[in-house]
């Protein structure tokens, strides 16, 4: 572990923004962590996981401390059942291919987002119908005031839609280290009704899916519609999908009948961010070095050598002319810093 000076961030973050930081560590254990958040020459921290959820607007003063923990253990196990750890710098994406290689069921619809295992808990991550809290059991997490490791179970993290306790109360007060889950090793729960996961099955040939074939189609469906961060700079779905009323939308019916949306609750209906952004004339548009992904108007990309603030000056803008339109405020997913 060596603290090291003037770095640049661009490999660290997967809107591969150019921004630098003044004092840079890498940490592959707890004790290091300790160690690190100790220093009282670095008053000043930024927690760095896997980048995937973040835009940097500006080079870094503060003393970036980059999580690196790795390590995947089976906890308990029976006939149906697996109890799973998994350290805060794993890889999401590889940590879904171990589960599939052990067949163990739950995250398949949660293949390919980007990120790290540590940042998962924090914004709930979900798609395709299955979100993170449906297969979560607690997360480890070292507080940053008195470094004591605390265990914070399902209801502690009070998860919502893109949405935890450490986005809100415990915000920027812990650093997560570990998660751990529940997976079905067999009669797995299969969620193929969201998006168009039935008809890339049927594509594929398959009429019963194992999780594998449901992995698969997924990947398949997202790398149809967003760009690979290596090969463009994104950062996944920028903004949330709006949540609103009933008497809300039956408003946005009268002028946009053919509006899509998706049952919350009873009173509550969700409509999609990338519909509306679509709508007010974004998807595909281009500003020089950065723009709305052509496939996808959820995501805001980065061409090469774009700063974080052009990109959210953008974001900016989107959220003012939906907003102008369809008097609907969408909200940015990602953190801004």
């Given at each position: 572990?060596?603290?090291?000076?003037?770095?640049?961030?661009?490999?660290?973050?997967?809107?591969?923004?150019?921004a630098t930081a003044k004092h840079f560590v890498s940490v592959s254990n707890s004790d290091q962590?300790?160690?690190?958040?100790?220093?009282?020459?670095?008053?000043?921290?930024?927690?760095?996981?896997?980048?995937?959820?973040?835009?940097?607007?500006?080079?870094?003063?503060?003393?970036?401390?980059?999580?690196?923990?790795?390590?995947?253990?089976?906890?308990?196990?029976?006939?149906?059942?697996?109890?799973?750890?998994?350290?805060?710098?794993?890889?999401?994406?590889?940590?879904?291919?171990?589960?599939?290689?052990?067949?163990?069921?739950?995250?398949?619809?949660?293949?390919?987002?980007?990120?790290?295992?540590?940042?998962?808990?924090?914004?709930?991550?979900?798609?395709?119908?299955?979100?993170?809290?449906?297969?979560?059991?607690?997360?480890?997490?070292?507080?940053?005031?008195?470094?004591?490791?605390?265990?914070?179970?399902?209801?502690?993290?009070?998860?919502?839609?893109?949405?935890?306790?450490?986005?809100?109360?415990?915000?920027?007060?812990?650093?997560?280290?570990?998660?751990?889950f529940k997976f079905t090793k067999r009669n797995h729960i299969l969620n193929t009704n969201y998006?168009?996961?039935?008809?890339?099955?049927?594509?594929?040939?398959?009429?019963?899916?194992?999780?594998?074939?449901?992995?698969?189609?997924?990947?398949s469906i997202r790398e149809s519609k967003l760009p690979n961060p290596k090969d463009i700079g994104?950062?996944?779905?920028?903004?949330?999908?709006?949540?609103?009323?009933?008497?809300?939308?039956?408003?946005?019916?009268?002028?946009?009948?053919?509006?899509?949306?998706?049952?919350?609750?009873?009173?509550?209906?969700?409509?999609?961010?990338?519909?509306?952004?679509?709508?007010?004339?974004?998807?595909?548009?281009?500003?020089?070095?950065?723009?709305?992904?052509?496939?996808?108007?959820?995501?805001?990309?980065?061409?090469?050598?774009?700063?974080?603030?052009?990109?959210?000056?953008?974001?900016?803008?989107?959220?003012?002319?939906?907003?102008?339109?369809?008097?609907?405020?969408?909200?940015?997913?990602?953190?801004?810093?």
């Amino acid at each position: 572990m060596q603290i090291q000076h003037n770095i640049s961030l661009k490999p660290y973050n997967t809107f591969g923004i150019d921004a630098t930081a003044k004092h840079f560590v890498s940490v592959s254990n707890s004790d290091q962590l300790k160690s690190v958040l100790s220093l009282k020459e670095y008053p000043n921290k930024l927690i760095l996981g896997g980048g995937s959820n973040m835009l940097l607007t500006k080079n870094q003063d503060k003393l970036v401390i980059h999580i690196n923990l790795k390590g995947i253990e089976i906890l308990s196990e029976d006939e149906d059942f697996a109890i799973v750890k998994a350290n805060a710098g794993e890889n999401w994406h590889e940590f879904v291919l171990w589960c599939m290689a052990n067949n163990f069921g739950g995250i398949e619809n949660l293949s390919l987002i980007p990120g790290n295992v540590g940042t998962s808990p924090i914004q709930n991550i979900g798609a395709y119908g299955v979100e993170l809290k449906d297969h979560f059991v607690s997360c480890e997490a070292l507080s940053l005031t008195t470094l004591e490791t605390h265990t914070f179970t399902k209801p502690d993290c009070q998860f919502g839609y893109r949405d935890s306790i450490f986005k809100r109360q415990e915000k920027e007060k812990h650093i997560i280290t570990s998660v751990t889950f529940k997976f079905t090793k067999r009669n797995h729960i299969l969620n193929t009704n969201y998006g168009t996961i039935s008809s890339e099955l049927e594509s594929m040939g398959i009429k019963n899916p194992t999780i594998q074939d449901i992995s698969k189609a997924v990947i398949s469906i997202r790398e149809s519609k967003l760009p690979n961060p290596k090969d463009i700079g994104n950062s996944g779905s920028f903004f949330k999908n709006p949540v609103i009323t009933n008497k809300q939308f039956e408003t946005l019916l009268l002028n946009f009948p053919e509006a899509p949306s998706y049952s919350v609750s009873e009173n509550e209906v969700k409509i999609p961010a990338g519909w509306l952004i679509e709508k007010a004339g974004f998807k595909g548009k281009r500003f020089g070095n950065y723009g709305v992904h052509k496939n996808q108007a959820l995501v805001l990309v980065n061409y090469g050598q774009a700063q974080g603030s052009d990109i959210l000056k953008l974001s900016k803008l989107i959220q003012k002319t939906v907003l102008r339109i369809f008097n609907i405020s969408i909200e940015a997913e990602v953190n801004i810093i």
